[in-house]
T-cell receptor, first 112, second 116 residues
Framework: QKEVEQDPGPLSVPEGAIVSLNCTYSNSAFQYFMWYRQYSRKGPELLMY????GNKEDGRFTAQVDKSSKYISLFIRDSQPSDSATYLCAMSVKNQGGKLIFGQGTELSVKP | GAGVSQSPSNKVTEKGKDVELRCDPI?????LYWYRQSLGQGLEFLIYFQGNSAPDKSGLPSDRFSAERTGGSVSTLTIQRTQQEDSAVYLCASSFPLAGGPGEQFFGPGTRLTVL
């Protein structure tokens, strides 16, 4: 079993929909949680970064971490066709040099 | 400013040949990471550099893989005697790490390696 599990999708939604992306993890030592967005044939880019349980909001994006359940989520409000990409969750253990453990990535398509 | 750059962008090689992949990190970033992204395996950590030292090589899949970093800047990932299962996109990232934490890792566009 992988340390980080993420439903690969693909996920297709209409423009304006609320999107929910999720990851579960098994390593309780993970302390840093990130969401990356990756467009086709590009490198991943950081969307959200958090290290505590609870919610963090940035514009249309909300990251949620529940350490007791080992579960993280990314919500996208008012989704746009430009949000069509692969979304990767990533996690890191403190004092291990920043090595990231990634989920499989969820491919999202937002239809106009 | 310039981001992370990688070269070549695409590499096609024959099984058994050696290949070298290059990464130019963002200037001033002391940490450098190599990851591999392949279908079915997602994005996997290979090796981490802090300056010119590699304190974590735990992700290198075999002794055919090696990497070095010089001058605290450019890094080269070398794959000897390439195999078809080495076909993947090799991504480099750099960061200025925060105390204890990963910092924001900035990724390059990757090198797409195809082994025939």
């Amino acid at each position: 079993q992988k340390e980080v599990e993420q439903d690969p999708g693909p996920l297709s939604v209409p423009e304006g929909a609320i999107v929910s992306l999720n990851c579960t993890y098994s390593n309780s030592a993970f302390q840093y949680f990130m969401w990356y967005r990756q467009y086709s044939r590009k490198g991943p880019e950081l969307l959200m970064y958090t290290y505590s349980s609870g919610n963090k909001e940035d514009g249309r994006f909300t990251a949620q971490v529940d350490k007791s359940s080992k579960y993280i989520s990314l919500f996208i409000r008012d989704s746009q066709p430009s949000d069509s990409a692969t979304y990767l969750c990533a996690m890191s253990v403190k004092n291990q040099g920043g090595k990231l453990i990634f989920g499989q990535g969820t491919e999202l398509s937002v239809k106009p | 400013g310039a981001g992370v750059s990688q070269s070549p962008s695409n590499k096609v090689t024959e099984k058994g040949k050696d290949v070298e992949l290059r990464c130019d990190p963002i200037s001033g970033h002391t940490a450098l990471y190599w990851y591999r992204q392949s279908l079915g395996q997602g994005l996997e950590f290979l090796i981490y550099f802090q300056g010119n030292s590699a304190p974590d090589k735990s992700g290198l899949p075999s002794d055919r893989f090696s990497a070095e970093r010089t001058g605290g800047s450019v890094s080269t990932l070398t794959i000897q005697r390439t195999q078809q299962e080495d076909s993947a996109v090799y991504l480099c990232a750099s960061s200025f790490p925060l105390a204890g934490g990963p910092g924001e890792q900035f990724f390059g566009p990757g090198t797409r390696l195809t082994v025939l």
